[in-house]
């Protein structure tokens, strides 16, 4: 099973969109989730996404990404919904704890906005080549290639993580260590001990990976090192125009 | 002690094993082999349930893996990676042995003790950061830290992977010295000569069905289902195999040596 972030190959629209404005439409989504404090519109962008990862061909990934999100938005509903004090009481609880209608309207949003900011840029880039992504950076925003280095590399290291974390749970469970419980506190107590193994091995990794890039000559790369050009078509124009209006649709309703 | 009764393995739809029927007695020494890809560790992780069957019962020291919880299993089958790393994560050996324990066992003294005999017998520094060792000594406190706990099946995947020669024969003298002892081992390798020297049984692995289940001799006179899994049998074999009639039954060094002398007396020769 591909992990998050996992580059996706295809041929889709999506696919065949210029990376940056890919990037574009992914941060006008972004900014759109914010850019409004109305439910029904946060779910819109939360379908648009959606609608988007069908086109890419990964609406699998993007409802098990959905999920993932919303699961951590239970997290925070819950912290969120009990401390914001403000507003109509609708629910008493024991404890002197109770929900106001304030309260539940912003842990909602907040729970959507989570989902509706971080969907778009998940989708995004598992539809783009890591490379595509750092040539047109160099090219056409004039990022040195350092710092374009440095955060597709960041970027790169998520699945990577992803799959040795999994390697990890999976070696200590056999173990016996009790990371098949269904007891959440009891999990996350475990977790704390593996943040060793995945330390070690993370700089590893990265000293590996600083050596291999300085043997292939990282210090002599430079704007026009690239052989692939990166040119706007009609789609990227109409996918960018489609967000905008999007962002905008936000902004008047808020 | 294990047994697969039709099981299939399926990720992401995609059908990794299909229709795997198979047995293992205490105290045999299991080789499985076949190339990247066949599903040997997809096999392996189904014998401690970390994967569960898309279809069909594993049994596991009469406990049917599907619905025992992984954590639970680990009292029978330790589990042994290709990458120790992954298991270590304590500051020194003593600690690294203590923390396998403390997950089964509730007996301080009991652990204490199991730590201390395991450590004597590897002679391992108790006091030392695993960290800092070699490959090969930090898959040993890996080794150490799973024999701890006695188990009755061992299970190897790729176990001497990365390690020189003298660290590969002192852990495989280990495993085949619990093995003596009554241990089931199943080992994923890829060294067809370590397979000949150690396991007594191969099970090749092929497009996610079994090629060939029999005992090392018959496997490795198999060519063809070697070549099929992308295997090559050990270099005295191969010899034995291109010498052709005579040399049918030859599977060692001193099998080839004792053929040889046998034939160079009765025809006369000085050996």
Avoid: W
């Amino acid at each position: 099973m591909k992990g998050i972030l996992e580059y996706s190959q295809g041929e889709t629209v999506i696919h065949r969109l210029n990376p940056l404005s890919k990037m574009v439409i992914a941060f006008l989504l972004c900014l759109s989730s914010f850019a409004n404090n109305n439910i029904y519109c946060t779910i819109g962008i939360i379908v648009v996404n959606l609608l988007m990862a069908y086109l890419a061909g990964i609406i699998d990934r993007a409802f098990s990404l959905l999920i993932t999100l919303f699961k951590i938005g239970i997290v925070l509903f819950l912290l969120q919904v009990f401390f914001i004090r403000t507003g109509n009481t609708l629910l008493n609880l024991p404890f002197n704890l109770y929900i106001t209608d304030t309260g539940l309207k912003f842990s909602i949003m907040l729970v959507l906005r989570l989902v509706g900011a971080t969907m778009p840029l998940v989708i995004i880039l598992t539809v783009t080549r890591m490379s595509d992504l750092t040539n047109v950076m160099v090219q056409k925003l004039h990022i040195p290639y350092k710092y374009t280095f440095a955060f597709i590399t960041a970027l790169r290291f998520i699945p990577i993580f992803e799959n040795e974390m999994t390697g990890i749970i999976e070696a200590q469970t056999a173990r016996g260590v009790e990371f098949d419980t269904k007891n959440p506190v009891k999990k996350l107590k475990l977790l704390l001990p593996l943040c060793v193994p995945l330390l070690i091995s993370s700089v590893k990794r990265i000293e590996g990976s600083a050596i291999s890039a300085e043997l292939r000559g990282f210090n002599l790369r430079r704007k026009d090192s690239g052989y692939k050009t990166y040119r706007f078509i009609g789609l990227d124009y109409i996918a960018m125009l489609f967000s905008i209006m999007i962002l905008l649709t936000c902004i008047i309703i808020l | 002690m294990i047994k697969f009764d039709n099981v299939c393995f399926a990720y992401d739809k995609n059908n990794i094993l299909n229709n795997i029927s198979l047995s293992v007695k205490k105290g045999e020494f299991v080789a499985i082999v076949g190339r990247n890809g066949a599903g040997k560790t997809t096999l392996m992780k189904l014998l401690n349930g970390l994967l569960k069957p898309t279809s069909g019962v594993v049994t596991i020291a009469n406990l049917n893996t599907s619905v025992t919880r992984t954590s639970e299993l680990a009292r029978h089958v330790g589990f042994l990676f290709q990458n120790p790393d992954r298991q270590i994560c304590r500051n020194t050996v003593k600690a690294e042995i203590e923390f396998g324990l403390k997950c089964i066992l509730t007996d301080n003294a009991d652990i204490e003790k199991r730590c201390r005999n395991t450590i004597e017998k590897f002679g391992l520094l108790p006091d030392k950061d695993p960290f800092s060792m070699s490959r090969g000594e930090r898959q040993k406190v890996a080794l150490a830290s799973v024999l701890a706990l006695s188990p009755e099946i061992l299970v190897l995947d790729e176990p001497t992977t990365g390690l020189d020669y003298k660290e590969c024969m002192h852990i495989m003298e280990t495993i085949n010295e619990l093995n003596d002892n009554g241990t089931t081992v199943i080992m994923v390798c890829h060294d067809m000569e370590l397979v000949a020297d150690f396991a007594g049984r191969i099970i090749v692995v092929g497009e996610g069905r079994i090629l060939d289940d029999d005992v090392c001799r018959s496997v490795m006179s198999r060519p063809e289902v070697l070549k099929e899994a992308s295997l090559a049998p050990p270099q005295i074999v191969e010899l034995a195999i291109k010498l052709g009639k005579g040399f049918e039954d030859v599977f060692t060094l001193d099998e080839m040596t004792g053929i040889i002398s046998q034939r160079a007396k009765r025809e006369g020769c000085i050996m």
